[in-house]
């Protein structure tokens, strides 16, 4: 029979261009949100992180923007490079405790 | 830093038989975790470990998981007997500081089971 997996939401974009992912958390309670890079065979790999008591964070070439209000998350990437296709994770400490719970994760193509 | 080194990278066994994947964690990392990463569920987390003890087993699927973590360096995280739908890449990540900081995953365990 025919396997249903996860449809991946893919997000193409030019070299040179920003990109903007999206995530929507689950947790009214979470406080603590990251943000993961996947490249092909490679475990996640840490970005930036937020705390709920900030809605927005700079990193190099980066941007994590949280609103709380309507439990969203999102992932600037400024000059958007080939280097950086892969797929991006949000991740939330699920209410507030030690455990990491991961979202489904967007695919990020950049053409060059 | 080495980072987290699991092993081995790939393991490729017959249904029935048993499967052990190892985790060396950061040095000085006290919070050890088990994900599970399949196409179908995504990112699921088994297990975790504070100062060495099980915290949290809740997301372990069945008995036939079991994991242990004997010492600060070492982790396991064992399947007996494997099944077929235990096929997916089995990541160990770790944590130094707080709740509220990263995890840091090592490259991760394809198991195929046929």
């Known amino acids: 029979g025919e396997s249903v997996g996860l449809h991946l939401p893919t997000l193409s974009v030019q070299e040179g261009d920003n990109s903007i992912i999206n995530c929507a958390y689950s947790n009214s309670a979470s406080d603590y949100f990251i943000w993961y890079k996947q490249e092909s065979g490679k475990g996640p790999q840490f970005i930036i992180d937020?705390?709920?008591?900030?809605d927005k964070r700079q990193g190099q070439r980066v941007t994590v923007l949280l609103n709380k209000t309507v439990k969203h998350l999102s992932l600037q990437i400024a000059a958007t490079q080939p280097g950086d296709s892969a797929v991006y994770f949000c991740a939330e400490n699920q209410g507030g405790s030690e455990k990491l719970v991961f979202g489904k994760g967007t695919k990020l193509t950049v053409n060059p | 830093d080495a980072g987290v080194i699991q092993s081995p990278r790939h393991e490729v066994t017959e249904m029935g038989q048993e499967v052990t994947l190892r985790c060396k964690p950061i040095?000085?990392?006290?919070?050890l975790f088990w994900y599970r990463q399949t196409m179908m569920r995504g990112l699921e987390l088994l297990i975790y470990f504070n100062n060495n003890v099980p915290i949290d087993d809740s997301g372990m699927p069945e008995d036939r998981f079991s994991a242990k973590m004997p010492n600060a360096s070492f982790s396991t995280l064992k399947i007996q007997p494997s099944e077929p739908r235990d096929s997916a890449v089995y990541f160990c990540?770790?944590?130094?500081?707080?709740?509220?900081?990263?995890?840091?995953f090592g490259n991760g365990t394809r198991l195929t089971v046929t």
């Open positions: 040095s000085g990392h006290n919070s």
């Open positions: 990540a770790t944590r130094g500081g707080s709740y509220n900081s990263p995890l840091h």
């Open positions: 937020i705390r709920s008591n900030m």
